[in-house]
């Protein structure tokens, strides 16, 4: 079964730096999704990723997703602290469409004022 | 639009009691994906639904049971709670695609805590 690797867990960094959060899969992804978390709430969308190479950004977030389509980064840029919360990679394992999505563990980014 | 809703917000019931736990999707989506999410993890798929049948199953048990109505609103329960059932449950919507068809995307409702004691 495919797996999703997160790393970092956890991340805290100065107001105004830049950050970079990594998802590794085990497998060939068919569709990548992110999306941020606030503390028992629920996911808010922030970008899809389908093609080997794609990039995507929104306001100071880019995703990017590696040739291979094995491998996805999610880069913040200038750092504030509404970008604080759990950053999740999640994978459509097997071109499913909007079907079942494997979920990495999270990442926890906290952003120090 | 109000987006994907939820309810209850919270939930408090007792080993061996029975849960249920409503969805309403977002406008224009017509399947309806439940997943459980544990603390300090990430969501974990339950059941989906599409057309008023169960279309792809996680492994859970199957004390999880669900539901979807006409107007593609859905029904998650859960019979015989014990403790580990104790999670965040979210609900989550998209738009079919047909074969061929590009991705699209699943937005998330903001859940339901359930705790059992």
């Known amino acids: 079964s495919q797996e999703l690797e997160q790393s970092p867990q956890s991340l805290i960094v100065q107001e105004g730096k830049n950050l970079t959060i990594n998802c590794t899969s085990s497998?060939?992804?068919?569709?990548l999704y992110w999306y941020k978390q606030k503390y028992g709430e629920g996911l808010i969308f922030l970008m899809m990723?389908?093609?080997?190479?794609e990039e995507k950004s929104h306001e100071k977030i880019t995703a990017k997703l590696d040739e291979k389509k094995q491998q996805s980064s999610l880069h913040i840029t200038a750092s504030q602290p509404s970008h604080a919360g759990i950053y999740l990679c999640?994978?459509?394992?097997?071109?499913?469409?909007?079907?079942?999505?494997?979920f990495g563990q999270g990442t926890e980014l906290s952003v120090k004022p | 639009d109000a987006g994907v809703t939820q309810s209850p917000t919270h939930l408090i019931k007792t080993r061996g009691q029975q849960v249920t736990l409503r969805c309403s999707p977002k406008s224009g989506h017509d399947t309806v994906s439940w997943y459980q999410q544990a603390l300090g993890q990430g969501p974990q798929f339950i059941f989906q639904?599409?057309?008023?049948?169960?279309?792809q199953r996680g492994n859970f048990p199957d004390r999880f049971s669900g539901h979807q109505f006409p107007n593609y609103s859905s029904e998650l329960n859960v019979n015989a709670l014990l403790l580990g059932d104790s999670a965040l449950y979210l609900c989550a919507s998209s738009r079919r695609i047909l074969a061929g068809g590009s991705y699209n995307e699943q937005f998330f409702g903001p859940g339901t805590r359930l705790t059992v004691l």
């Open positions: 999640g994978a459509d394992s097997v071109g499913n469409q909007g079907g079942k999505l494997i």
């Open positions: 990723l389908q093609k080997g190479g």
């Open positions: 639904y599409y057309e008023e049948e169960e279309r």
């Open positions: 497998k060939t992804l068919y569709g």
